[in-house]
């Protein structure tokens, strides 16, 4: 139902009258079976693949002739796409550049099929302000699931929105920002092919500078040791060592709960495992006091360690520190003192995650423990190519962090713009009547 107290010069429409109109349509995914998958077809977007842009690098694929049957759920440019079930609230639009996908049944999409009323940019971002969110908030605990917004329910929700042109100039000037930050996520994940690509060329193919001139010898088998990718001959002056024996190794502590000295007005960063699900960790999740450093299992670990969470949903995420922080039990960190081989750590654990977890034990909560990490076998390089590999992938971890800090002060402004520009206590000039670029 449409609120009595209306924003001056806004217009107000019932989603229901919208898409009996045709101006506006809603919908949710194809419910696909696991045999409808393939080799060839489209992604299959799930709510994992939908999280600051979407990302389909590990989608399932639909096949071809199940794509033929998914009709309307296949990707538009200039749909709005939402996780309605399960995990709640990340909004995306669909660009021109996105690649096709179909949409699962944890996504929801509501698609301009008309121009002249709402402009498809500017609904996605007051998808995203407090109008749109406290009716989505209130209609998803009208079903037996918590977390799920039913299509019954979204039909009875009301849309509003200023003049067109005022809403192409907000939508002009939100975008602008999250070009920004498009433009160094872009940069970003060129960076890390780079340094993975050369990661793997020096240190698994072993074709490092000058590699022609080193022989190679078979080390000593040591077997039942964690990850030992060491059964091929390596190049002579290497080193085949144990992570624990060669670098420190960190298990992080949750400071007690029930004593708030630990935590109220602290100022130490602390991280959950959750965290490690960054790329790099910029930012800390809480913060602890001196106190709960001093008297609990917390420890400061330096910037340039490598992370690694240990248990639970997390288990095989691999991030690296650009902050000292502390973190909870679930973490280890991997620290080299003297930073030589930081990035070469961050490297060799994330190639190496999957054979680390499959030593994971437990039932429905599996985990690694300390000294599995501590067990595993790594081919260490000589002092001098370590120096010539850190030269070169240093700057470019260095520049990823810049971007990295650039997006989260990015995202920071345009979240505080947000509700100003739709709430309108920023006032707007009109743009000059062009469409927002999709």
């Given at each position: 139902m449409i609120p009595k107290q209306r924003r001056p010069g806004w217009q107000y429409w019932e989603v229901a009258d919208l898409l009996r109109d045709g101006a506006l349509d809603i919908g949710d995914g194809y419910r696909a079976k696991n045999s409808e998958m393939g080799e060839s077809g489209l992604p299959f977007a799930r709510a994992g693949n939908l999280n600051d842009g979407f990302h389909f690098d590990d989608a399932d694929i639909l096949s071809e002739e199940s794509v033929q049957l998914a009709g309307e759920k296949i990707s538009r440019p200039g749909d709005i796409t939402f996780t309605s079930k399960g995990t709640f609230g990340r909004f995306a639009i669909v660009r021109e550049n996105t690649p096709q996908f179909v949409y699962s049944p944890q996504l929801c999409y509501w698609r301009v099929k008309r121009d002249g009323i709402v402009d498809r940019t500017f609904l996605y971002y007051w998808m995203q302000g407090e109008d749109c969110m406290n009716q989505l908030n209130e209609v998803k605990g009208l079903t037996d699931m918590a977390d799920y917004v039913s299509l019954t329910n979204q039909r009875r929700m009301w849309l509003s929105a200023p003049p067109l042109p005022v809403q192409r100039r907000i939508a002009g000037i939100l975008s602008a920002y999250d070009e920004l930050m498009e433009n160094s996520q872009r940069r970003i994940q060129l960076l890390e092919s780079m340094t993975r690509a050369l990661y793997r060329e020096w240190f698994v193919h072993f074709r490092f500078p000058g590699h022609e001139k080193v022989k190679m010898f078979r080390p000593p088998s040591r077997p039942g040791e964690a990850s030992a990718k060491t059964d091929g001959d390596i190049p002579q002056g290497w080193e085949v060592r144990k992570l624990g024996d060669t670098f420190k190794t960190v298990l992080g502590g949750t400071p007690s709960r029930v004593k708030p000295e630990f935590w109220e007005g602290g100022m130490i960063p602390w991280i959950n495992s959750?965290?490690?699900?960054?790329?790099?960790?910029?930012?800390?999740?809480?913060?602890?006091?001196?106190?709960?450093?001093?008297?609990?299992?917390?420890?400061?670990?330096?910037?340039?360690?490598?992370?690694?969470?240990?248990?639970?949903?997390?288990?095989?995420?691999?991030?690296?520190?650009?902050?000292?922080?502390?973190?909870?039990?679930?973490?280890?960190?991997?620290?080299?003192?003297?930073?030589?081989?930081?990035?070469?750590?961050?490297?060799?654990?994330?190639?190496?995650?999957?054979?680390?977890?499959?030593?994971?034990?437990?039932?429905?909560?599996?985990?690694?423990?300390?000294?599995?990490?501590?067990?595993?076998?790594?081919?260490?390089?000589?002092?001098?190519?370590?120096?010539?590999?850190?030269?070169?992938?240093?700057?470019?971890?260095?520049?990823?962090?810049?971007?990295?800090?650039?997006?989260?002060?990015?995202?920071?402004?345009?979240?505080?713009?947000?509700?100003?520009?739709?709430?309108?206590?920023?006032?707007?000039?009109?743009?000059?009547?062009?469409?927002?670029?999709?």
């Open positions: 959750g965290k490690v699900n960054d790329l790099r960790i910029t930012a800390p999740s809480e913060l602890i006091t001196e106190l709960a450093l001093e008297r609990s299992a917390a420890k400061l670990m330096p910037k340039g360690t490598t992370v690694l969470a240990i248990t639970g949903a997390t288990l095989g995420q691999v991030s690296y520190l650009e902050i000292e922080t502390t973190a909870n039990q679930s973490v280890v960190g991997i620290v080299d003192s003297s930073s030589l081989c930081s990035e070469w750590i961050y490297l060799t654990v994330s190639d190496r995650i999957e054979g680390i977890i499959s030593h994971a034990s437990g039932g429905a909560q599996q985990h690694i423990n300390k000294e599995v990490v501590n067990d595993v076998l790594v081919v260490l390089p000589p002092v001098s190519l370590a120096k010539e590999f850190k030269r070169l992938v240093g700057p470019m971890f260095r520049e990823v962090a810049t971007l990295l800090f650039k997006i989260q002060n990015l995202r920071r402004t345009r979240d505080l713009l947000l509700p100003r520009l739709l709430s309108g206590q920023v006032e707007i000039a009109p743009s000059n009547g062009k469409e927002t670029n999709l």
